[in-house]
């Protein structure tokens, strides 16, 4: 899994790519989430338009960046859910936790 | 009249990296004897929270057998997915399945692996032989039990 990151105006945005899956990969995830949160950059849009494939690690993940970011006073906002992508969302109930948008502009106005 | 049964069979490496092949194998079989996008996809997903379940704890100690067994057997009315490994085992009794009005409010990390197989799949069991052999079979029925059950009462009517 690759990210990039990006920041437009207060918010961070991470464009995700390959598979979330955890493992080495929720080490680099953290560390985007804490650099977020250390330069005040709490409202964070993750883009996972080019996401192949997410299992419960993946889930696992993002809902640790999602605590970390509200327990700082910002959010975590998924854009360009595939629906290969919404299905464990969706089958967990965690659709309703996380807020979706059709385009990372729209997840980025959002804020 | 005897039944015909299909089965297909995958070995490969416990490894991360394998996981794209085993839902490949998974999905283009599942695929092929009929079920749409939507079922192959939960599929796929069941077999990949198991697999990844295997390699994450059967096999933390690296001098065991570090193979994993991919097993799909096919009849008239369902797919059963067996995965097998060789290593440490787990009480299944001892496994919770997280309640996920509870889950949701205060999102915990983790847990969700064994929730999503139950939920993704018709019926889920272990046999579990730590360090000898360790089997979770997972049954997908090509109808819908419910839809089952609405055609069996239709007729009836």
């Known amino acids: 899994m690759e990210i990039k990151t990006r920041t437009e105006g207060a918010v961070r945005i991470l464009e995700m790519t390959g598979d979330l899956m955890g493992g080495a990969e929720l080490d680099r995830f953290r ?8 330069e005040e950059k709490v409202n964070v849009v993750v883009d996972l338009g080019k996401v192949n494939w997410m299992n419960s690690s993946g889930l696992g993940m993002l ?12 959010d975590l906002r998924l854009a360009n859910l595939t629906e290969r992508i919404r299905r464990p969302l969706q089958i967990t109930k965690l659709d309703s936790v996380f807020q979706q948008f059709t385009s990372v502009a729209d997840a980025v106005k959002s804020y | 009249m005897t039944l ?20 490949y194998f998974v999905g283009r079989v599942a695929e092929k004897v009929g079920f749409d996008d939507e079922d192959v996809g939960k599929i796929e997903l069941a077999c990949d929270e198991a697999c990844t379940n295997v390699i994450k704890h059967a096999y933390s100690d690296r001098s065991q057998h570090q193979s994993l067994d991919i097993a799909i057997k096919l009849d008239y009315q369902k797919l059963t997915l067996i995965v097998t490994d060789h290593g440490k085992g787990f009480d299944p009794q001892a496994i919770k399945i997280p309640d996920m009005k509870e889950y949701l409010a ?5 847990g969700l692996g064994i929730y ?42």
């Open chain 2, 116 to 157: 999503l197989m139950k939920t993704l799949m018709d019926e889920v069991t272990y046999d579990i032989k730590p360090g000898l052999r360790n089997q979770v079979s997972m049954v997908k029925y090509f109808i819908n039990k419910k839809d089952s059950m609405v055609v069996n009462n239709s007729k009836k009517a």
């Open chain 1, 31 to 38: 560390q985007c989430i804490d650099e977020a949160i250390e």
């Open chain 2, 4 to 23: 015909k049964t299909k089965e297909y069979k995958l070995r490969i490496p416990s490894q991360t990296d394998n996981l794209e092949l085993i839902r």
């Open chain 1, 63 to 74: 809902i640790s960046g999602l605590t970390s970011l509200r327990s700082s006073g910002g």
């Open chain 2, 106 to 110: 205060e999102l915990k990390v983790g």
